[in-house]
């Protein structure tokens, strides 16, 4: 393990220390908010299984202009909070940790498109999925919720 990788997992490990618990007004803010992305992800047609396929087969532009205007939004927001100083609404700093690159970034980044293009889903608009009647999406809910425990489980032995 490389000395990076050390010092973050020492910097990100749980304290034991139990955050108090939010209020039924912020979890509705969070509901609220929630709501309005799946609609937004409904609207732009973002979580179709037929504009998902366009893309892996590269017959549409359709989600890449979708990707690539959040990858934007995301840089020129990141970089408004780092010259701004941009605080959380509850006061704190904002703080982006620089990231390291590792190997199993490239293979879980292939397990993740493999599963994209065989479900045409991504964790992002599963529940908009479900909420639109697509029940079936309700299996790829539940095989990533398992994907994502068996990772937790042998994480110390993939390469990180």
Same mark, same amino acid.
């Given at each position: 393990m490389t000395q990076e990788v050390e010092e973050f997992e020492t910097e990100n490990k749980p304290t034991g220390k139990s955050? $108090?618990?939010e209020s039924v007004s912020s979890l509705l803010k969070y509901t609220l908010v929630g709501t309005i992305f799946g609609i937004v992800f409904v609207k732009a047609e973002v979580i179709s299984w037929f504009r998902i396929q366009e893309m892996f087969r590269l017959q549409s532009f359709h989600m890449y202009g979708v990707i690539g205007t959040a990858v934007a939004v995301g840089v &020129? *927001? &990141?970089q408004l909070i780092k010259r #701004? $100083?941009?605080k959380t #609404? *509850?006061?704190?700093p904002i703080e982006v940790p620089g990231k390291t690159f590792q190997k199993g970034q490239l293979y879980g980044g292939l397990i993740f498109g493999i599963g994209w293009a065989i479900t045409g889903a991504c964790p992002g608009p599963l529940f908009a999925q479900i909420g639109s009647g697509f029940g079936a999406v309700s299996i790829t809910l539940l095989s990533a919720i398992a994907g994502t425990w068996v990772y937790g489980a042998i994480q110390d032995k993939l390469p990180h």
């Open positions: 955050k $108090k618990p &020129i *927001s &990141i #701004l $100083k941009i #609404l *509850s006061g704190e």
